[in-house]
């Protein structure tokens, strides 16, 4: 791996709760950054209307943004997944860098 990513999931808060393996002050987010090498724990609440969401992986920082997709399925869903995927944060890098110094 050797690009930025960023992680989000389509309707859905992140509540990180780790970082490399440490408890953080529990911060919520609508995507999130992960650098090279870090690995980080989060929460989801499966609180919104019963259907399917998009969970999206970005590229960050590339000439060509990759992006990848999955489907968060609830048990109960009745309506697949639909609109579009849920755009990521500006190529900008303040955005990135006033994250990773929000993180405690």
């Known amino acids: 791996l050797q690009n930025t990513l960023n992680f989000r999931i389509q309707g859905h808060d992140m509540k990180l709760v780790e970082v490399e393996g440490t408890h953080t002050i529990q911060t919520t987010y609508s995507s999130l950054d992960v650098h090279v090498g870090q ?11 019963p259907k399917d969401y998009y969970i999206v992986v970005s590229t960050r920082f590339t000439n060509k943004i990759l992006t990848s997709t999955a489907i968060l399925h609830y048990s109960n869903s009745l309506q697949s997944v639909s609109g579009p995927i849920p755009g990521g944060p500006t190529t900008q890098i303040d955005w990135s860098i006033k994250q990773a110094r929000s993180i405690r």
């Open 39 to 49: 690995s980080y724990s989060v929460l989801i609440t499966a609180d919104q209307a």
